[in-house]
């Protein structure tokens, strides 16, 4: 009798260890399951994120980038360029306020602050604006132009006019078809005429009256104008 309960004894004892063992390695997996799965979703969002960037078609500073200009989705585009940043805050709060995408017009060779000497006849810029057939050589390009139904362009004021850099970028594309539209930016001079040369060189363009804008002019004025012109 002593021998068969010992045996019995055994047998539990046996039992119990082995559903303990079972019970930690059921949970030590369901704790790896759970880990791997974790990692898993991280991956997951990461890629989606990825792929949103690259759909976008822009980069962090909101410029339009070189891989993916043909698959943007923007029907407007602004394009500017801004010799000491004041003409930039402008086209930013332009292509924020449409939904638009934005290309800097930035020349292969910068200009210094010797260069934008106005009061110095011989600075790169008043030899520059002295000759009509200037034409200032541009670093990069729009890669699909077609696909803009409006193109906004957007300059400071140098002599009264548009600088030469502008004829440059109007020149390299075929605006046929398209409705553009100047503005700029200035301490004291008008509008005026400053697009005249642009308005030469663009044929098959319609274009809309442009706009001269203060340094620092405000999202709400520049969205006013731009709201105004009935484009959309």
Partial sequence: MKK??????????????????????????????????????KSSVSSKAENVSQQSGKTPDGTVS???????????????????????????????GLGADLYEITPSKPYTDEDL??????????VEMNDPDTRPAISGSVKNIKQYDVVFVGYPIWWGEAPRIMSTFIESYD????????????????????????????????????????????ADDVLAWANGLGIN
Avoid: P
């Fill in 175 to 218: 605006f046929s078809g398209k409705t553009l539209v100047a503005f700029c930016t200035s301490t004291s001079s008008g509008f005026g005429n400053s697009d005249s040369a642009l308005r030469s060189s663009a044929g098959g363009a319609t274009w809309l009256d442009g706009h001269r804008f203060s340094a620092g002019a405000s």
């Fill in 4 to 41: 068969i309960l010992t045996i019995l004894l055994a047998v539990v004892m046996v039992l119990t260890l082995a559903a303990c063992t079972g019970n930690s390695k059921l949970a030590e997996n369901s704790g790896n399951s759970g880990s791997s799965q974790n990692i898993e979703d």
């Fill in 66 to 96: 070189e891989q993916n200009k043909d698959t943007d989705g923007s029907k407007i585009l602004v394009a500017y360029f801004s010799a000491t940043n004041n003409t930039e805050g402008v086209a930013r709060e332009l292509a924020d």
């Fill in 117 to 126: 000497d106005y009061s110095n006849s011989k600075s790169r810029s008043s």
